[in-house]
């Protein structure tokens, strides 16, 4: 039976990592594939169109909206960002486990419509750590970096909903833990409905 791909939402306050983790996770295995959302944010430096983000104006993000292009949007510190439908049902239709890197509201959205979404939510070591990642990355004024470590303490309110934590210390432990808990979860029964259905069938045989 072909290996089904499935949706894994990754999570994490803002400054946690999750973007170097996930660029580690796609380059070390070659089973993933990672989504690229749109956001009507400005590119920061380095940052290039449709490799991080499809960077769009106001209007065009809510023409995508009105044409039911997104599997989810949410509003993030003044600013919207959503996931392109389309490359995620072929990506899931050839067999990959498509990675959404997501704020909450959005991850909780994906959960609804796909129950079988592994939700991971990445912590930085502690909070400490993650005012000192923010403002070593350099790319975001203060009050950007305030507005951040506020949304991070709303969003530590629904850490609960997630299947798992990570810890994001170490990258490549982390990248390995990682990898790990999406391989255990596509061999629960809830990931695997064909391949218990046709058992039963076969066993029906014998129970007469
Ligand atoms: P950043 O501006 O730091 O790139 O992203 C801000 C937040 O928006 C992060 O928590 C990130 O995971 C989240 N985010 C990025 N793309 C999407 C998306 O398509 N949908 C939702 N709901 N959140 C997203």
């Known amino acids: ?3 089904k791909g499935i949706l894994i939402v990754v999570s994490g306050f803002s400054g946690a990592g999750k973007g170097t983790l996930m660029k580690q996770l796609v380059h070390s295995y070659d089973n993933y594939a990672l989504s690229v959302s749109m956001t009507t944010r400005k590119p920061r430096p380095g940052e290039t169109e449709g490799k991080e983000y499809f960077f769009v104006k106001k209007e065009d993000f809510e023409r995508k909206i009105k044409e039911e292009g997104l599997i989810e949007y949410a509003s993030y510190c003044d600013n919207y960002y959503g996931t392109p439908k389309e490359y995620v049902e072929k990506q899931l239709e050839k067999g990959k486990d498509v990675i959404l890197e997501i704020e909450i509201q959005g991850a909780l ?100």
Do not use: W
């Open 1 to 3: 039976m072909k290996r």
């Open 109 to 208: 959205k994906v959960k609804k419509q796909f129950p079988t979404a592994l939700l991971l939510f990445v912590m930085p070591p502690s909070a400490e750590e993650l005012k000192k990642r923010l403002e070593g990355r350099g790319t975001e004024t203060p009050e950007v970096i305030e507005k951040r470590l506020k949304r991070a303490a709303q969003e530590a309110e629904g850490i609960e909903n997630y299947d798992f934590i990570v810890i994001n210390d170490k990258l490549d432990e982390c990248v390995q833990e990682m990898h790990g808990l999406i391989t255990a979860a596509h061999e629960t029964p809830a990931r695997n409905q064909e391949l218990i259905s046709k058992m039963r069938k076969e066993l029906e045989v014998f129970a007469n």
